[in-house]
C-alpha cells in the first residue's frame, strides 16, 4: 500500500524526535536499526533499504563540501570544500580524512575517466581541469565562443570518452566560492569530446547544476537550481546529442516544504534506475537525500541534520552512498549499486 501524508508525517515526526534529541553524530551512541532516519515513502524503497546499516558521520569541519566522486584504482573517495579552496580525501580502510590537494581553485564537481584520472570543475580559475598520473594538470575547458565560462560546476564522463558538464556560475557570483566577476555566457550544459572540440548541448535551464546519465547513458538528468527548483530529463541522441528536456520530478514544496524554497542539487542513478537526489534549504524533514523511481515518483527519503549538496555510489561493490552535506560527510550503505563507477 502507498504511504499515505498522514504516514509520511507520522514518520517524520518519529523520526524528529529521535534525530532532535537523540541522535549522536559522533558514533559514540549507536542508533537502533532500522535507521530512523531512513524513510520509506513507497513500498519500493523498502528494497533498497539496508535495515541493519546506519548513517554515518565520517568527517564535518568543512565550510561547504560538494563534488564527491569515488576512486575505486585508489580505493578512496575526494569531495571539494569549496570556500577553503581544499580536496579532501577518506580512506575507508580506517577512516582517516586528510587534505588532497590545498590549492583546488576553488573546484567544486570532481569525477573520475574511464582511465581513472580525476576531473574538476574549478570556479576561480573557470576551467574544467584533468589530474594527470604525472602530477601535471590538463586544461579541458576554458572558454567558449571565446568568452570564458562562467563558473563550471559538475561533471560526468560517458563511455565515447566525452565528458559532459554545467555552467550555472555560482563561483564567480561571490568571492566565497571562487572570483567575483560577470557572467559571459547563457548558463548552459556543455559536452567535451574526445579530441577536445567543446559544444553546448543545452541551455533551456535556468541554473543546470547536477548532473547524472541513466545506467544505459540513454537519458542525462539535469538539475536546475534556479526557478523552477526541478529535476529535468533528456533523452541523449547518438550519444553526443540531447533532445528537448522534460520534467522527471519537482523538489519544490515537496515534504515538509510548505513555502516552496527547496530544491536538489547532485543526482546519481543506481542500477535499477532510480534517481538519487540531493536536497536542502528547508530544515528538518526535507534536507537530505529524495529518492525517485525511473518515473520520478517520490519513493524514498533519507534525512539530514544538514542541506546536503551532493552525492555519489562508492565502494568496492558501489552500494555505499555518500553524501556531501554543508559542513559534514555522511555515509549509508544501500541494497542497490551505483549505475556507473563513479
Same mark, same amino acid.
Given at each position: 500500500m502507498s504511504t499515505t501524508r498522514r504516514t509520511f508525517i507520522t514518520s517524520i515526526a518519529a523520526s524528529s524526535a529521535v534525530s532532535a534529541f537523540a541522535r549522536d553524530w559522533s558514533g559514540k551512541n549507536p542508533e537502533r536499526y532500522p535507521d530512523p532516519d531512513v524513510i520509506a515513502l513507497e513500498p519500493d524503497f523498502e528494497k533498497l533499504i539496508q535495515g541493519n546499516a546506519p548513517i554515518r558521520r565520517l568527517h564535518t569541519g568543512m565550510l561547504w563540501a560538494e563534488g564527491p566522486a569515488?576512486?575505486?584504482?585508489?580505493?578512496?573517495?575526494?569531495?571539494?570544500?569549496?570556500?577553503?579552496?581544499?580536496?579532501?580525501?577518506?580512506?575507508?580502510?580506517? +577512516?582517516?580524512? /586528510?587534505?588532497?590537494?590545498?590549492?583546488?581553485?576553488?573546484? *567544486? =564537481?570532481?569525477? $573520475?575517466?574511464?582511465q581513472g584520472r580525476q576531473i574538476s570543475c574549478e570556479h576561480a580559475t573557470r576551467k574544467v581541469v584533468r589530474y594527470e598520473a604525472d602530477g601535471k594538470i590538463t586544461v579541458l575547458a576554458s572558454e567558449f565562443d571565446g568568452k570564458p565560462f562562467n563558473a563550471p560546476n559538475d561533471a560526468v564522463v560517458h563511455p565515447d570518452g566525452g565528458i559532459w558538464f554545467t555552467d550555472p556560475g555560482y563561483g564567480s557570483m561571490m568571492d566565497y566560492e571562487g572570483n567575483k566577476g560577470d557572467l559571459l555566457l547563457k548558463e548552459?550544459?556543455?559536452?567535451?569530446?574526445?579530441? +577536445?572540440?567543446? /559544444?553546448?548541448?543545452?541551455?533551456?535551464?535556468?541554473?543546470? *547544476? =547536477?548532473?547524472? $546519465?541513466?545506467?544505459?547513458?540513454?537519458?542525462?538528468?539535469?538539475?536546475?537550481?534556479?526557478?523552477?527548483?526541478?529535476?529535468?530529463?533528456?533523452?541523449?541522441?547518438?550519444?553526443?546529442?540531447?533532445?528537448?528536456?522534460?520534467?522527471?520530478?519537482?523538489n519544490k514544496g515537496a515534504l515538509s516544504d510548505k513555502a516552496g524554497k527547496g530544491g536538489s542539487d547532485g543526482v546519481r542513478c543506481d542500477i535499477n534506475g532510480n534517481v538519487w537526489a540531493s536536497a536542502g534549504w528547508v530544515g528538518d524533514g526535507f534536507d537530505g537525500v529524495h529518492v525517485f523511481n525511473p518515473e520520478g515518483q517520490r519513493i524514498g527519503f533519507i534525512k539530514l541534520p544538514e542541506t546536503a549538496s551532493n552525492l555519489c555510489f562508492g565502494g568496492p561493490k558501489r552500494n555505499r552512498l555518500f553524501v556531501t552535506a554543508s559542513q559534514s560527510l555522511y555515509s549509508l550503505y544501500v541494497n542497490t549499486r551505483g549505475a556507473h563507477f563513479c
Open positions: 569515488w576512486n575505486g584504482t585508489g580505493n578512496y573517495l575526494v569531495w571539494s570544500d569549496i570556500p577553503n579552496n581544499a580536496q579532501m580525501r577518506y580512506l575507508p580502510e580506517d +577512516g582517516h580524512v /586528510s587534505v588532497l590537494r590545498n590549492n583546488a581553485n576553488n573546484s *567544486n =564537481g570532481n569525477t $573520475f575517466d574511464f548552459a550544459v556543455y559536452r567535451i569530446d574526445p579530441g +577536445g572540440k567543446i /559544444s553546448k548541448v543545452t541551455d533551456e535551464l535556468v541554473k543546470p *547544476n =547536477g548532473l547524472c $546519465f541513466s545506467p544505459d547513458y540513454k537519458k542525462l538528468y539535469i538539475v536546475d537550481t534556479g526557478d523552477p527548483k526541478n529535476i529535468k530529463a533528456f533523452d541523449v541522441a547518438d550519444g553526443v546529442k540531447l533532445g528537448k528536456g522534460r520534467v522527471f520530478a519537482v
